[in-house]
């Protein structure tokens, strides 16, 4: 690694040619490997099929290896820690040309979240700012994409109570959007022409995003040090799940992903990627360059960008402005799904997103790394398919080769020519592929031994080793799922067969298991068949293909297993799985902790037996309250009609009659609700289903 560090060190401007010559060197010998180890007489089709599927392949595993490796260099030269300096930091409250204090926003788009959750965290950060005494010039939006018509009332009332408190000396907005066009892009484009000129900077959130006071100072510092750069991406941990399967990924985030973070910061330079959440962005670029276009053609492929992300750091980038990953800056953390199949889930959203990138890679005017960003992206789900295939021409390559019988005399020959093995070759080939895809594990505790304090953080050297080798056992089980999973996502997309939007599921819960039969049952039946097909056939081969056999046999267990927080609070009192936000937690995760734990009554009084929604109906503090939020504008004729019905039909059938889109359409415009309103209180009601 002596040799890596040295070329880390070289110059900056040599940074992408040293970590593409490395991938490409690393391919290409992998690839000379294979080939020599099935070239026999000539290539066969298929085997001309396993050698441009392992060639993409290997080139997806090797950039990946390459960038753990310059990471794992990179942080082996770098001091231990590195805290913000805040007293060389410059104040959120700086100035302006014009003399006026400049602003910075903070941005939380939400749809359908738990409000308890989402002003919980919004209140930590808020408390960790103050405790920096560098709060002046922060204020903070909730832009709410909430369809749900109770969530939305409680996002207001939430809003009301915590405004009061505050009072004037921090500015707090909440808005609904009547619709949720092109979703969170969308959410952000509105928030950006209705209030972006009053903000220099943005800092956009997730509902489940954290981060400390000190590091959204920093982040402030940064992008006033240097006026060219348009975005800075801090790197979110993932914490505060308790599920057997969430701390072993929340293990893995924070070992592995420092390294991973520090290697992509290097390749990367002033042209890195945007990860959507955790990340501060220069308002003026943003909204001048970042407008997107709906792609042509109908869904998955056509209509909105999905991941908009990707596409928003490359248009800032082809404008010409830098944007890069703070991979040295911590405080920056987020919550991740709690079982295997909510990670699938979340997984089935990305990759609709993902796979629109492949439009975009030869799109005019984007520079060449943002187009690798792109690749990247797709390729991200297209390996899994381009894996099964690949196992599978395997087995049926391995199938005839079984079948063809050695040829021992050839022409007048009287010497027998005995047929060429190529056992070494394939076994090297397999190892050369698990050390790339296992040894950033081992440099990642090489790193925890080379700084004991920071092996103290993750429970010590030798639990840490412990938690290292269980995860990647269970990583081994789960990577066929997670293949078979994706495969399934990319061939629905391929179809036509478009996503949406769907809420996510956060909070801790256990897999039973008649999800886990549904969810897995077709992948237990797949191991069964190829299993009975490949020892009954190709017996040799079977052996090979155990590990990816087993995952499937066993994923329903596995899926259930894992997603018991029971065993994940079992692992933590063991000291495995701890990661540094267990180990010393950070001040802002306590705050959000008490503040899920103390949860603040209503601001408004009232009859509390009733709905949130026939409260806004009714109860005058949250009508009024509801009301006053509403945007200023009278419906169409037809919509007042639609609208008159509706009341109509609460009216004579009662509340339980209307659907969930119907109650948000009485909700949305001030004239019908007032309207509802007056009417039921005229009639003397007392609740709507009077």
Not at 182 to 192: E, I, Q, T, V, Y
Request: charged share 20%; net charge neutral.
């Amino acid at each position: 690694m002596s040799l890596i560090g040295h070329l880390v060190g070289m110059g900056r401007h040599l940074h992408r040619p040293i970590f593409f010559s490395l991938v490409i060197l690393t391919t290409l010998a992998a690839m000379s490997l294979l080939s020599a180890a099935i070239q026999d007489r000539g290539t066969t089709p298929l085997e001309l099929l396993l050698l441009i599927l392992y060639a993409i392949l290997i080139l997806w595993i090797s950039a990946s290896f390459w960038t753990a490796a310059i990471g794992f260099a990179r942080l082996l030269r770098r001091p231990e820690t590195l805290a913000a300096d805040l007293d060389a930091a410059i104040p959120p409250a700086g100035r302006e040309a014009s003399g006026e204090p400049f602003r910075t926003a903070l941005v939380m788009p939400v749809y359908n979240e738990d409000p308890e959750r989402v002003f919980a965290g919004l209140r930590a950060m808020h408390q960790s700012l103050l405790e920096t005494g560098r709060h002046q010039g922060f204020e903070i939006f909730i832009l709410s994409d909430t369809r749900d018509p109770d969530t939305w009332i409680q996002e207001e009332l939430q809003w009301r109570r915590w405004a009061r408190e505050l009072g004037d000396s921090t500015r707090l907005f909440y808005r609904n959007r009547v619709e949720n066009t092109a979703r969170k892009s969308g959410n952000l484009a509105d928030f950006c022409r209705d209030w972006g000129a009053r903000y220099r900077y943005m800092i956009v959130l997730d509902a489940d995003s954290i981060m400390t006071g000190e590091t959204l100072v920093e982040m402030v510092r940064r992008m006033e040090a240097d006026p060219s750069l348009a975005l800075l991406q801090v790197p979110p941990v993932p914490v505060n799940r308790s599920s057997l399967f969430a701390r072993m990924l929340q293990f893995a985030g924070s070992l592995y992903g420092r390294m991973f973070a520090a290697g992509l910061s290097y390749w990367q330079g002033g042209t890195a990627n945007f990860w959507g959440h955790n990340a501060i962005l220069r308002v003026e670029p943003f909204a001048a360059h970042c407008g997107l276009p709906k792609l042509p053609g109908r869904e998955p492929f056509g209509g909105d960008i999905l991941s908009h992300d990707f596409v928003e750091a490359a248009l800032l980038a082809r404008a010409g402005w830098k944007v890069r990953l703070a991979d040295d800056l911590g405080g920056s953390y987020e919550e991740i799904p709690p079982t295997l199949i909510d990670y699938a889930k979340r997984d089935r959203r990305w990759c609709q997103g993902n796979l629109q990138h492949a439009r975009l890679v030869l799109a005019a005017g984007f520079k060449s790394l943002s187009r690798i960003h792109f690749a990247m992206g797709v390729m991200s789900y297209l390996a899994s398919p381009l894996w099964l295939i690949f196992l599978v021409a395997t087995g049926i390559e391995a199938y005839l080769q079984s079948r063809t019988a050695p040829v021992y005399f050839l022409g007048e020959s009287v010497l027998p020519v005995w047929p060429a093995s190529y056992t070494v070759e394939m076994a090297t080939v397999l190892w050369f592929t698990l050390i790339m895809l296992f040894l950033p594990k081992l440099l990642a505790l090489v790193l925890l031994a080379v700084h004991p304090e920071q092996a103290r953080r993750f429970g010590g050297l030798a639990r840490a080793s412990l938690s290292v080798l269980i995860e990647s056992l269970l990583s081994v089980l789960l990577a066929p799922v997670l293949m078979l999973f994706q495969s399934k996502f990319v061939a629905a997309i391929l179809l036509r067969t478009s996503v949406g939007w769907p809420t996510q599921q956060r909070g801790d819960h256990q897999t039973g298991f008649g999800q886990a039969l549904g969810a897995h049952g077709l992948h237990t039946l797949i191991a069964l068949i190829a299993g009975l097909v490949t020892y009954t056939y190709v017996p040799a081969f079977f052996w090979w293909f155990t590990p990816v056999l087993a995952g499937l046999a066993l994923s329903i267990p596995v899926s259930m297993i894992t997603s018991r927080t029971s065993l994940g609070l079992l692992a933590r009192r063991a000291g495995l799985f701890m990661t540094p936000e267990e180990t010393d937690e950070p001040r802002v995760l306590r705050a959000l902790d008490e503040n899920l734990a103390n949860p603040r009554p209503c601001s408004c009084a009232g009859p509390k037996d009733l709905d949130l929604w026939s409260r806004a109906v009714l109860d005058p503090c949250v009508h009024a309250l509801h009301a006053s939020l509403l945007p200023d504008e009278r419906p169409s004729r037809r919509r007042r009609h639609y609208l008159e019905g509706l009341i109509f039909q609460l009216q004579d059938e009662g509340p339980n009659s209307l659907n969930p889109n119907e109650k948000r359409a009485l909700l949305s415009h001030r004239d019908g609700l007032q309207e509802l309103h007056t009417l039921l209180w005229a009639d003397g009601a007392s609740r709507p289903d009077s």
